[in-house]
């Protein structure tokens, strides 16, 4: 008779009980009470994925067991500061969730030299309101192509005109005194070819080798790019790259990252490693970059396979155990029904909204609002307790990851949509305001992605009329519609292209430099200065960021939909547990009117948050201003009077 999962688990521990005892730390990590109680928790989750996974392997348990000695060891070396927050998350383990949450990013180098520089910006984060502070990749990495620091050669080495891993231990708790969680990234999918790893194996040690997907020749690859689509055409074809030795490497990206081979249970465990002892250093959230791509199979195009779900339930539970405050966020910039399925309790309790982000802009280029109304009503619901991080550009291009099944229903064929956005936003179509730059321009396959600050890509670059207002509303969405609102630092003030990387060979072929400018210190002088487009820009965005702090209908993640009858005109509701506000945003360039028709199951009196004014919805309706939003605010116990 078989044994049950539940009856293999309780063996399975049983057997990492006995064999704990022959590490070094083994009495002490069975000692921990709070580890070993969080281990009782999530073990069976660990080992029914790790065996799913590595079962086949006559050493799976020993790689379990291996796995679970070192995240006990790295348990003992967590500060007890750290160990005190964890406490607390797990008392409140939706913390992150609360309407007083609001996330900046940013590159250290570029906005304030050194992780000393951002430390000096301390208090000027507080005076913006962040809770929440991602600095963009920042460890080791080849010089002088990096992929922007995400081709990592280690991950416990901070690039050395940053700073090194002290400072960023000292950072964090900087960040921590200050309200202000630290955000990393962790690449689980590839690392560096400077890599001690990478080093190893192109060496020809076979356990390093084993490592990364390696081939004597081009038979393998040739069978796996039949599926495999090409991400960056403009360095190499096809998903593979030949090393100097003749072998065959896959590299998904550019020609120096090396794609890890999660099916040898020794990278799962080296990068939990790495994972953890960045736990330790004080990072609370990590980002996990392209983790669609960490599974590959034959014959499919080796991404978003079932068991990259598995690898971050596995991750996730290892967090759980050795270091319960961290908090996971999704980078999966792909279909969005593939987006939504990483998003999960006990996967990523976050992710990037990606689709939203990309519909505000398309809602701004046509004036039409009909795909992001949509998009909110069908996929912006996800499970209790997630959340998304609402963006309006990042430090990387805007692809248009919208469901062309879902621009069919609204009558538009989803290829040429795209490229009507791509000739929009690059100044290549009629009446374009925006100023951006093609990523990745594909003249075979029609693909391109834009790049561009928010600035310039709103008009103010070009000196178009309503450019000011086009960056307030768009962060308005970001704001209002649920999770976390991400600000690229440098946006609140109207920062524009850096059009000087061309004149870098190491960045001129990666056009995302344009939206990723030195710290504008000329444009922060002038943000207390309303006579300034700066000082405006500035004071429209904090005033959102306070209004948005105060408005507890804004915790949470859930949105309900409210049907204008526009296509102009977007709505959507927040609910709160005795009131509710409406959320209205006009993407015309023209005023117009939403009818009191529309307003009938809503009382008459409601306030609007943002001008602080009282609204009769029983007059002629609302007019709105070009690019003019409105949060609406009523109580459920007020009487609905429909005269």
């Not at 961290?326 to 987006?339: C, D, G, T």
């Not at 609204?410 to 949509?417: F, K, P």
Request: proline share 5%; glycine share 6%; aromatic share 12%.
């Amino acid at each position: 008779m078989s044994l049950s999962v539940d009856q293999q688990a309780r063996a399975a521990k049983a057997y990492f009980e006995k064999q704990v005892l022959t590490a070094a730390e083994g009495k002490d990590i069975l000692a921990d009470e709070d580890f070993m109680g969080r281990l009782d928790i999530n073990f069976i989750t660990i080992f029914a994925i790790f065996t799913e996974l590595y079962g086949y392997r006559y050493d799976c348990l020993d790689q379990l067991t291996d796995l679970l000695i070192m995240a006990g060891k790295s348990r003992s070396k967590r500060a007890p500061d750290l160990r005190l927050l964890d406490k607390k998350r797990e008392v409140d383990p939706q913390w992150y969730l609360s309407n007083k949450m609001l996330g900046g990013v940013c590159y250290v180098d570029r906005y304030a030299r050194n992780l000393d520089g951002i430390r000096e910006r301390i208090p000027y984060f507080k005076e913006l309101g962040l809770t929440y502070l991602h600095l963009m990749p920042l460890f080791r990495c080849p010089k002088p192509l990096s992929d922007g620091g995400y081709a990592v050669s280690d991950y416990r080495s901070v690039d050395p005109t940053l700073g090194d891993m002290e400072e960023l231990r000292e950072l964090a708790a900087e960040f921590r005194k200050a309200g202000i969680s630290l955000v990393l990234d962790l690449i689980f999918n590839h690392t560096s070819n400077e890599h001690k790893w990478a080093k190893k194996a192109l060496a020809g040690d076979p356990e390093h080798s084993a490592y990364y997907w390696i081939f004597p020749d081009r038979n393998v690859p040739q069978a796996f790019e039949r599926t495999t689509r090409e991400i960056f055409p403009d360095d190499h074809p096809g998903s593979f790259i030949q090393i100097p030795d003749g072998r065959y490497i896959w590299a998904t990206f550019y020609h120096y990252q090396y794609d890890l081979n999660y099916s040898n249970p020794a990278v799962f465990r080296a990068m939990a490693e790495e994972m953890l002892y960045l736990a330790n250093v004080g990072t609370e959230f990590f980002r996990m970059d392209a983790v669609a791509f960490m599974w590959k199979r034959m014959n499919t195009t080796c991404e978003n396979q079932p068991e990259v779900h598995k690898l971050l339930r596995a991750f996730n539970a290892l967090c759980r155990i050795a270091a319960p405050a961290v908090v996971f966020k999704s980078e999966a910039i792909v279909h969005p029904n593939h987006v939504a399925s990483y998003i999960d309790l006990y996967e990523c309790q976050l992710s990037y909204n990606p689709l939203q982000m990309a519909l505000t802009w398309e809602a701004l280029a046509t004036r039409d609002v009909s795909m992001l109304s949509q998009a909110l009503e069908r996929r912006h619901n996800i499970p209790q307790g997630c959340a998304w991080v609402n963006y309006v550009r990042s430090h990387d291009d805007i692809g248009w990851t919208f469901s062309d099944e879902d621009a069919a229903e609204l009558g538009r064929n989803g290829y040429d949509h795209r490229r009507f956005l791509n000739a929009f936003f690059v100044n290549r179509h009629p009446g374009s305001f925006a100023r951006g730059v093609p990523f990745q321009d594909n003249p075979r396959t029609g693909d391109c992605r834009i790049s561009g600050t928010t600035a310039s890509l709103a008009g103010l670059e070009a000196g178009h009329p309503g450019a000011l207002e086009r960056i307030l509303l768009a962060y308005s969405i970001a704001m209002s519609t649920g999770g976390i609102p991400l600000i690229y630092l440098g946006d609140e003030v109207g920062q524009m292209n850096d059009y000087s990387f061309i004149n870098d060979k190491a960045k001129m072929d990666d056009s995302r430099w344009v939206n990723r400018p030195e710290y504008p210190e000329e444009r922060y002088a002038e943000r207390h200065d309303t006579s300034t487009i700066p000082g405006k820009l500035y004071a429209g965005i904090t005033k959102l960021i306070q209004l948005r702090k105060s408005t507890e209908e804004f915790a949470g993640g859930r949105a309900v939909g409210f049907n204008t009858m526009h296509s102009k005109v977007l709505g959507y509701q927040r609910l709160g547990d005795s009131s509710t506000v409406l959320c209205l945003a006009n993407f015309s360039d023209y005023p117009e009117w939403v009818g009191r028709e529309r307003f009938m199951g809503i009382p008459a009196k409601v306030k609007d948050l943002v001008s602080g004014h009282i609204l009769d919805l029983r007059g002629e309706g609302l007019h709105l201003r070009p690019q003019q939003y409105m949060w609406l605010r009523w109580f459920k116990d007020t009487v609905v009077n429909h005269v």
